[in-house]
């Protein structure tokens, strides 16, 4: 009994470090002045400009397979959209407080 829990930690420890992080971490950024943030522990800054108008965001965020939705903390606004990475770029719909919706094409500028 005791070597076969022993077994089960060294596979839970061999899997869980073996685990490979998510491609959305980093900071995606456009010629245009918008810039986002991911981080390992869900949250997320994010710069966006609008009309000649630039907003900051911060919050915290959560995927379901290609669902992402973020969650501001600096101000009430939720925005749930579809995201895609291909190769270094990253696709996503951004709406602004306002309700203007905008589609972002990132590029990744760090890891």
Not at 20 to 45: C, H, I, K, Q, V
């Amino acid at each position: 009994m005791k070597t076969t829990a022993f077994f089960i930690v060294l596979f839970l420890l061999f899997f869980f470090s073996c685990a490979e992080p998510s491609p959305l971490y980093g900071t995606w950024a456009d010629n245009r002045g918008n810039m986002f943030s991911f981080f390992s522990d869900n949250t997320f800054n994010a710069r966006t400009t609008s009309g000649g108008v630039t907003m900051n965001y911060e919050g915290n965020y959560s995927i379901l397979l290609n669902a992402m939705t973020l969650d501001c903390t600096n101000i009430e606004l939720r925005v749930v959209t579809e995201w895609d990475i291909r190769g270094n770029l990253l696709y996503i719909d951004w709406s602004d407080e306002d309700g203007e919706s905008f589609s972002l094409t990132l590029y990744k500028v760090s890891n």
